[in-house]
């Protein structure tokens, strides 16, 4: 027997966790559901603002975005066809060919005489040729062109200071690397120059000249093709390893090469990024394409490398523009600590439970942890991270026996001695505790349905209301109203269950004051009319005048008259009459509440004030209730050293009197 008890006792905690745990996931996922919205709009909002603003940095640094989120690493963006936007790509390789008009002008027929003198050795009138023709008005093309030759020509005259004059003219009029077909001459120049100088010994120059075009190469890259960049940076690469022996290793010139080196790795892996993506963009081609842009946001974890890259998708098709896809790759713990933490911790569950986000494959469960969750949508953004809901103390998890209590272990060794002493009482104490067990399931069950029933309202209300489907105003108002009158619900029955815990665990406290009980329950009364359109009830009220103020809190009275009223309002019929009367009793201020209702069976008005008790019988089954509200009334009275008289027959009605002392 004592074994079939504590069988009895462990199936009951595992029956309240697994109810309070399935409540605890259905409103968990509520909240995550707003997470992931607040989170996807601000990915649609700073996706728009650089789009449209082209928020990148100048061309100093054109491989990193500036964006002030810091929960985005970087930002792609791609254009109708899944050609790179954002960060520019390298430039297509083209064969050479000159498309200028004026190929058969007679000013380029002079430039090609002067390639012509250069091809045949006549150097000298090669030179003489380009100082005339740059003196005239010419194209950049054209004088990076002339002045190619003029360098060559000088150089294989021996006159070397020629030669690097042409060569900074060359850098000075194509600064950014623009005329790279066929050639990047002013690549060409830069090496020619740093050659120059470290035959006239000036290795510090040298290297400064380098630094410059190294920087000039990696700000500009987009402007050369990918093998014309691949040929500079080797060339580049085996220059700077040659200065290493005359370097200052704690110098500023080696500061600044590693800072370049740095960036160029940084240039790299964008690029390589951006290519993974593309392939990946090119596999949603069925998503992508489609008539009707998706209104949503595509989230993915692509491998790159090494590294999985948390990214989210946005379409931004805004006509008469063309589409773009934009592509944010999202760094994950710092959007847990702008938007998940946060959610989280400021949600309805966070007043009673302890709620962190930990690594399923770093970190073990705490032995206080109730369940586990993982995101929605977005999970594939935090795969490895896991929402732990772990029980507090003096929480709701106690107060619905959901740990083991010393108690139940107390109540187990009890059962152990009972058996002991006799079987009889065993028995008599067993049948006991399945009662009670079988009330408090009852009771978490008809909670969690009243919970459930004005919480899925006023969402469906509000999501109405969200997304423009009700357009007239008189329906918005009436929407609004039941918002209101579901809210008003719900707080009603939470406040329920708060003050039934805080008397549980005797930690109710009560702030008498002298007051007006007519003007209570009259505006009680009112309150309480406002939510029963729907039963068309009539309150009849009765104030017997003239009436004494009594000592008593204003707020607890309030809640006990609201109980008596909404208990006559449930098991009456529609259009019977409720009647509301405050009078004089032997020294007691009496408040009556009268129904004309099922009534009360005589067998069960003796235990109709015990915690979680409800009558057995059809139809009261059929009323949804929780078993407290009646236990309220009785402990708020004897707080206030009254008492709660009970007057009822089956088919006609009840009569519930409130009896508070006048005197005191």
Request: contains cysteine; aromatic residues 8%.
């Amino acid at each position: 027997m004592s074994y079939v008890g504590l069988r009895s006792i462990a199936r009951e905690q595992e029956l309240q966790r697994g109810l309070l745990i399935q409540g605890i996931g259905r409103s968990l996922g509520f909240e995550i559901d707003g997470i992931e919205q607040r989170l996807e709009e601000a990915e649609k909002h700073t996706a728009r603002e650089f789009l449209f603003s082209r928020r990148v940095l100048p061309p100093s640094n054109p491989e990193k975005v500036n964006t002030p989120d810091p929960w985005i690493e970087r930002v792609f963006v791609f254009d109708a066809f899944l050609n790179l936007q954002i960060p520019p790509p390298f430039a297509a390789e083209r064969l050479e060919r000159d498309a200028s008009p004026l190929r058969e002008s007679l000013r380029q027929r002079r430039i090609d005489q002067v390639r012509q003198l250069e091809l045949k050795g006549d150097f000298g009138a090669a030179v003489s040729s380009c100082q005339q023709i740059l003196t005239e008005h010419l194209s950049l093309r054209s004088k990076v062109v002339l002045n190619t030759y003029l360098a060559r020509s000088a150089a294989a005259l021996g006159n070397r200071l020629l030669a690097r004059r042409a060569y900074d003219a060359i850098i000075r009029a194509d600064s950014t690397l623009l005329i790279s077909q066929p050639i990047p001459y002013a690549a060409f120049a830069w090496f020619e120059v740093v050659d120059d100088l470290l035959n006239q010994g000036r290795a510090s120059d040298a290297l400064q000249k380098t630094t410059q075009f190294y920087r000039c190469l990696l700000d500009f890259y987009y402007h050369l093709s990918s093998s014309q960049y691949d040929y500079f940076s080797r060339k580049l690469h085996s220059l700077t390893k040659s200065f290493e022996r005359t370097i200052d290793p704690g110098g500023e010139a080696r500061t600044t090469l590693i800072s370049l080196e740095e960036r160029e790795r940084l240039l790299a892996n964008t690029l390589r990024q951006a290519e993974e993506i593309r392939s990946w963009l090119r596999t949603q081609g069925g998503v992508l394409y489609v008539r009707n842009p998706p209104t949503g946001i595509i989230h993915h974890s692509l491998p790159v490398g090494e590294r999985t890259l948390p990214i989210s998708l946005i379409s931004i098709d805004d006509p008469p523009g063309p589409r773009h896809w934009v592509v944010l790759v999202v760094l994950p713990e710092e959007v847990q600590r702008e938007f998940v933490l946060p959610g989280l911790q400021s949600g309805d569950l966070a007043d009673g439970f302890d709620i962190t986000l930990r690594r399923d494959s770093s970190q073990r469960a705490s032995q206080t942890e109730l369940a586990s969750f993982t995101m929605n949508k977005t999970s594939v953004l935090f795969p490895s991270s896991v929402i732990s809901v772990s029980a507090r103390q003096t929480t709701t998890v106690e107060i619905l026996g959901v740990q083991t209590s010393l108690l139940s272990i107390g109540f187990g060794v009890l059962v152990v001695g009972i058996v002991l002493l006799g079987i009889l009482i065993i028995y008599r104490d067993i049948r006991r505790e399945e009662e009670l067990s079988s009330m408090k399931s009852e009771f978490i069950s008809n909670v969690s349905h009243e919970l459930k029933t004005p919480i899925a309202a006023i969402r469906m209300l509000a999501d109405n209301l969200r997304q423009s489907r009700v357009p007239e105003e008189a329906r918005k108002m009436e929407y609004y109203h039941l918002i209101s009158k579901e809210s008003a619900r719900l707080s009603h029955l939470i406040e329920n269950i708060l003050d039934f815990a805080r008397i549980e665990e005797k930690r109710k406290a009560y702030h008498l004051e002298r007051c007006d009980v007519s003007s209570l329950v009259s505006e009680t009364v009112r309150q309480f009319t406002s939510l029963m359109e729907e039963k068309s009830q009539r309150i009849e009220m009765t104030l017997e005048e003239p009436l004494p103020e009594v000592l008593a809190d204003p707020e607890a009275l309030a809640l006990a008259l609201f109980n008596l009223l909404d208990n006559a309002a449930k098991y009456s019929e529609k259009e019977s009459q409720i009647n509301v009367r405050v009078l004089r009793n032997d020294g007691f201020l009496c408040i009556e509440v009268e129904d004309h209702g099922v009534g009360i069976p005589k067998k069960d008005q003796a235990r109709i004030f015990e915690k979680f008790y409800r009558v057995q019988r059809d139809a009261g089954k059929r009323i949804p209730g929780s078993g407290i509200g009646l236990t309220l009334i009785k402990e708020i009275a004897e707080a206030h050293n009254g008492r709660v008289e009970l007057k009822s027959d089956t088919g006609a009605g009840s009569t519930f009197r409130l009896m508070l002392p006048t005197g005191g």
